[in-house]
């Protein structure tokens, strides 16, 4: 009976580390996202955490909060030094908090159309990640937030226009509002949830923002005009930290996962698209004025920038480095 009875217990402990090797392979990644869930990120964030548990036969499991339940990009990102959420949706200013570099993609009309933005992401992408990755951090995919545009009581068509009026400017892109300050114009800083009370009570006279967003906030009624012009792109990333990025790479299917989350960020890409024209369709049916440039004015506002930026680039608003290299691919794309 005894010799039964340390053969069960031999067997006991010998089986010990299998189950823990077994149950190591779960892993749980807390995805923190701002985004509402009934948008189209919110809807690729959850096919990608469906995916990701077919491809693992459900050993990765991707929980994610949406709606910024998990709190604003700094919190975020202080969750996820601290490993309490594993992986984060963040915009070209959450980026920016990892890579202070990042924000020169968003420089004032320094990139002007999507064919443009393209040309610039696919070359200098892996240096970002790579800036992106030294900091502790690992870049799942990038995607595309749309374009800022002005948004104004009365019509805009030239940067001395623009001067005259006091702009609301958010805080939390402050390298943009410095950049504008820099060029001469008044920036009225104001919290994007207070921004319709500041266009009511006549604080600001004009915005640049997403026109999503001033859909969504229906701040288009009071500045009904929208100038055609191109001021920045904003863009999205998918981040892991080191602590998931370290478990992740060792599973034999992570090039699968790697690739689900790269065709999210496509997904995405498009989704924003048609979602700003959608926007921008719905304010002009109720009343919105589509302020159309011509070349010759457009080029009014490019000189200014370019005349600006060698300022802005020593007085540390934008990276030197970064802005030579898009500096030169803009350069060639423009001269086809």
Same mark, same amino acid.
């Given at each position: 009976?005894?010799?039964?009875?340390?053969? #069960?217990?031999?067997l006991?402990?010998?089986?010990?580390?299998?189950?823990?090797? !077994?149950?190591?392979?779960?892993?749980?990644?807390?995805?923190?996202? /701002?985004?509402?869930?009934?948008?189209?990120?919110?809807?690729?964030?959850?096919?990608?955490?469906?995916?990701?548990?077919?491809?693992?036969?459900?050993?990765?499991?991707?929980v994610?909060?949406?709606?910024?339940?998990?709190?604003?990009?700094?919190?975020?990102?202080q969750?996820?030094k601290?490993?309490?959420?594993?992986?984060? #949706? !963040?915009?070209?200013?959450?980026?920016s908090?990892i890579? %202070?570099?990042?924000?020169? &993609?968003?420089?004032p009309f320094?990139?002007?159309?999507?064919?443009?933005?393209?040309?610039?992401?696919?070359?200098?992408? %892996?240096? /970002?990640?790579k800036?992106?990755?030294?900091?502790?951090?690992?870049?799942?995919?990038?995607?595309?937030?749309?374009?800022?545009k002005? !948004?104004?009581?009365? %019509?805009?068509?030239?940067?001395?226009? /623009?001067?005259?009026?006091?702009?609301?400017?958010?805080?939390?892109?402050p390298?943009?509002?410095?950049? +504008?300050r820099?060029?001469?114009?008044? @920036?009225?800083?104001?919290?994007?949830?207070?921004?319709?009370?500041?266009?009511?009570?006549?604080?600001?006279?004009?915005?640049? $923002?997403?026109?999503?967003?001033?859909?969504?906030?229906?701040? +288009?009624?009071?500045?009904?005009? &929208?100038? =055609?012009?191109?001021?920045? %792109?904003? &863009?999205?990333?998918?981040?892991?930290?080191?602590?998931?990025?370290?478990?992740?790479?060792?599973?034999?299917?992570?090039k $699968?996962?790697?690739?689900?989350?790269?065709?999210?960020?496509?997904?995405?890409?498009? =989704? @924003?698209g048609?979602?700003?024209?959608?926007?921008?369709?719905? &304010?002009?049916?109720y009343?919105?004025?589509?302020?159309? +440039?011509s =070349?010759?004015?457009?080029?009014?506002?490019?000189?200014? !920038?370019?005349?600006?930026?060698?300022?802005?680039?020593?007085?540390?608003?934008?990276d030197?480095?970064?802005?030579?290299?898009?500096?030169?691919?803009?350069?060639?794309?423009?001269?086809?």
């Amino acid at each position: 009976m005894k010799k039964i009875f340390l053969g #069960v217990l031999v067997l006991l402990l010998l089986a010990v580390p299998a189950i823990n090797v !077994f149950a190591q392979r779960k892993l749980t990644i807390k995805l923190a996202s /701002l985004a509402p869930e009934n948008t189209d990120w919110g809807a690729a964030l959850n096919r990608m955490a469906a995916d990701w548990a077919r491809i693992s036969n459900n050993e990765v499991e991707l929980v994610v909060y949406h709606n910024g339940i998990q709190g604003g990009e700094n919190a975020v990102l202080q969750k996820l030094k601290g490993n309490a959420i594993q992986a984060g #949706v !963040f915009t070209s200013i959450g980026m920016s908090l990892i890579s %202070p570099e990042v924000i020169t &993609m968003s420089a004032p009309f320094f990139i002007r159309n999507d064919a443009e933005l393209d040309m610039v992401l696919a070359e200098v992408k %892996p240096e /970002l990640e790579k800036r992106i990755n030294d900091r502790g951090f690992f870049m799942l995919t990038w995607a595309k937030s749309g374009w800022l545009k002005i !948004f104004s009581k009365n %019509p805009v068509s030239t940067p001395s226009e /623009l001067k005259s009026m006091s702009v609301g400017g958010t805080p939390d892109i402050p390298k943009l509002t410095q950049a +504008f300050r820099t060029m001469g114009y008044k @920036i009225i800083e104001t919290n994007l949830n207070d921004l319709l009370i500041a266009v009511n009570t006549g604080k600001v006279d004009a915005i640049y $923002q997403s026109p999503i967003y001033v859909a969504s906030m229906q701040v +288009f009624t009071k500045l009904k005009y &929208m100038a =055609s012009i191109n001021i920045a %792109p904003f &863009m999205g990333g998918l981040v892991l930290n080191r602590q998931a990025y370290r478990e992740l790479s060792r599973r034999s299917y992570w090039k $699968q996962l790697q690739e689900v989350a790269l065709r999210t960020g496509r997904d995405i890409d498009a =989704s @924003i698209g048609r979602l700003e024209s959608a926007a921008v369709n719905t &304010m002009l049916r109720y009343g919105l004025v589509d302020e159309t +440039f011509s =070349s010759e004015q457009e080029r009014v506002w490019y000189a200014e !920038f370019e005349e600006s930026m060698p300022a802005l680039v020593r007085n540390g608003t934008f990276d030197q480095a970064l802005y030579d290299r898009i500096s030169a691919i803009l350069r060639r794309y423009r001269s086809r």
